[in-house]
C-alpha cells in the first residue's frame, strides 16, 4: 500500500479506538488537555501507521528519518519490521517507557497512537499481492487478499477506507456530543425529522 492509504488506514484504526483511549486513560483530565492528548494520539498513530517502510530505501519515512532508516538498511522490504517479533519488540519498549514515567499520560497517547497506527499497516500489507512475512524469521509471505501497490484496486479500496473514516467520523461526533456536551445529536436530528 502507498502512504497516503497507510496514513488513512492509521487514521480509521485511532478513530476505531479512540473512545477506548478516552475512556480508559484520558476521560479525567480538563477538556483542553485532552484534545491535546488526542492530537498527539493522532499525530502518532500517522507516524506508525507509516513506520513499517523503514526498511524500504525511498519510502516517505525513510527519507524522514535517514539516520533511523541506515539501522534497516540490511533488512529485507515487509521483513522483520512487518512481523510479530518486531510489533512486540515495540510493545515491550512502549511498555518500560510508560514503566519509566510512570504511566504519564503524555508517554502513553504517544505509545499507544504509534502501535494502533504500527497494527494498521500490517493489517492493510497483509491485504496486498506482496503480503508480508508476519512470521519473521520464517520466509513465508502471508496475504489475506490480492491488492497490488499502488494499482486501481488500491485506489478504491482508499476511497472504501475515506467512507468508514466518515461514518467513525460521524459516530464519534455523536459520542462526543453525549460525553461532553450531554447532546444527544441523534434524538435532535430525528425530533426535526418528525416535525
Avoid: W
Avoid at 528519518?65 to 512486540?88: E, N, Q, V
Avoid at 492493510?124 to 494499482?151: H, M
Wanted: proline letters at 2%.
Amino acid at each position: 500500500m502507498t502512504k497516503n492509504t497507510h496514513s488513512s488506514g492509521g487514521f480509521l484504526f485511532a478513530l476505531i479506538t479512540l473512545n477506548i483511549f478516552i475512556s480508559c486513560y484520558i476521560n479525567g483530565y480538563e477538556i483542553l488537555y485532552q484534545i491535546l492528548l488526542i492530537a498527539l494520539f493522532f499525530h502518532f498513530a500517522n507516524l506508525g501507521s507509516v513506520f513499517p517502510d523503514i526498511d524500504m530505501k525511498g519510502s516517505y519515512i525513510s527519507k524522514r528519518y535517514p539516520l533511523l532508516s541506515k539501522a534497516f538498511k540490511k533488512c529485507k522490504h515487509r521483513g522483520l519490521t512487518h512481523s510479530f517479533i518486531f510489533l512486540s519488540i515495540l510493545y515491550v519498549i512502549a511498555l518500560a517507557l510508560s514503566f519509566i514515567s510512570h504511566e504519564n499520560i503524555v508517554v502513553i497517547s504517544i505509545c499507544g497512537g504509534f502501535l494502533i497506527g504500527y497494527i494498521s499497516h500490517l493489517v492493510l500489507d497483509l491485504l496486498t499481492k506482496e503480503g508480508i512475512e508476519l512470521f519473521f524469521p520464517f520466509r513465508a509471505n502471508i496475504r489475506l487478499f490480492n491488492i497490488k501497490t499502488g494499482s486501481k484496486g488500491e485506489k478504491t479500496f482508499h476511497k472504501f477506507l475515506k467512507l468508514i473514516i466518515a461514518i467513525f467520523l460521524i459516530y464519534n461526533v455523536y459520542l462526543i456530543s453525549i460525553r461532553y456536551f450531554h447532546i444527544d445529536l441523534f434524538k435532535l436530528v430525528m425530533d426535526k425529522i418528525k416535525h
